[in-house]
């Protein structure tokens, strides 16, 4: 899983972050890994994450050591820190296939869906919608799940039946990593244990209001007999979006609005009743649902919006540098005789 580059540096891989702590599995052992303050104060995006590759200088004799730095990511799942800032926080790096975990107990969140498969389809992460509870099943759930996965694959599962958990161990093959994303109680750590094939992460009971209790606390990497590897995730009440440049994560989200919208007249149409726009003709007609391309225009203007925020916030930071480096090199005032 790791690499030796010399007696003073190691490369390894993240397998858990948990309170300012990075357990970095190699061939040796596993190390507890801190950081040195440049990652702290620098960009977020920067900091490591469960399922990077890191370089770092072990002290061998207690199994410790400090990163060094960060390989470059395959794909990077990130989502906006909590209260609506523009600072982005790696979730998992280094990941193929995002499951993002749906329970069928309850009416189905179409928008929460929307916003969880924008985030994936952004981090480079190929997304896999997975229906839990199939036994407890809200009436229509399942087919709602359905209907919300536009050019993804669902699988429908039952932990209790074993429904559909045959055809998601098909996906963990050799190499591949997974993570589990989705709500507290949505049935992710069982759907882990199963994989893995023993208990990883602890579960409990549903709770008197009819919901799972939060069992992870942390995320953490861990190894599927298959060859592949998984990662859970504490459950998360919020999602924001992250932009990475482009809007790629929001056409493959709405693969069917940006299908249509390529017949629109003028490629500069803002699809708000201009004329020859063809997202009004397919809502006249009925081909698209006024609900879905309310939901698209609403995410639309909050990734516009938080890409502002974002640039906003770079140039503020390189002012600040230049500032600094100009006051750095400024000469001291000369002293009076």
């Known amino acids: 899983m790791a690499q030796l580059v010399d007696s003073n540096v190691l490369i390894g891989r993240v397998i ?146 074993g429904e559909g958990l045959d055809s998601l161990a098909a996906l963990a093959t050799t190499g591949v990593t997974f993570v589990l994303l989705g709500t507290s109680g949505a049935g992710k750590s069982t759907l882990v244990n199963h994989l893995v094939g023993y208990e990883v992460m602890a579960t409990s009971e549903v709770g008197v209001a009819g919901k799972g209790r939060h069992t992870t606390t942390h995320r953490e990497l861990v190894a599927v007999p298959t060859g592949a590897f998984m990662i859970d995730t504490p459950g998360m009440r919020e999602m924001g979006l992250w932009v990475a440049g482009g809007e790629d994560g929001l056409a493959a989200t709405f693969s069917d609005i940006d299908e249509v919208a390529e017949a629109c007249r003028f490629s500069d149409c803002r699809h708000a009743g201009d004329a020859g726009c063809a997202i009004a003709a397919a809502l006249s007609d009925g081909t698209l649902a006024y609900d879905r391309v309310d939901a698209w225009r609403n995410l639309s203007i909050e990734q516009s919006s938080i890409g502002k925020r974002r640039e906003e916030r770079v140039a503020a930071a390189r002012l600040g540098a230049r500032q600094a480096g100009r006051a750095a090199i400024k000469p001291p005032p000369r002293k009076g005789i």
């Not at 357990?23 to 990077?52: C, E, I, K, M, Y």
């Not at 998992?92 to 994936?120: G, W």
């Not at 669902?154 to 209790?160: D, K, N, P, R």
């Open 16 to 161: 858990m972050q948990h309170r300012g702590r990075w357990t970095v599995s190699t061939p040796l052992a596993n190390f507890q890994n801190d950081l040195p303050g440049r990652f702290r104060l620098g960009d977020s995006l920067n900091v490591p994450a469960v399922g990077d590759w890191v370089r770092f200088t072990p002290r061998h004799l207690d199994h410790t050591g400090t990163i060094v730095d960060v390989v470059a990511r395959t794909s990077a799942l990130v989502r906006l820190s909590i209260g609506g800032t523009s600072l982005p926080q790696v979730i998992a790096a280094n990941v193929d296939i995002v499951l993002v975990v749906v329970p069928l107990d309850a009416e189905i969140n179409i928008r929460r869906i929307e916003r969880q498969l924008t985030t994936v389809w952004e981090s480079g992460a190929r997304p896999v919608l997975v229906g839990t509870k199939l036994d407890s099943e809200f009436p229509g759930a399942s087919d709602a799940l359905r209907a919300a996965a536009v050019g993804v694959d669902s699988l429908i599962t039952s932990a209790v039946t």
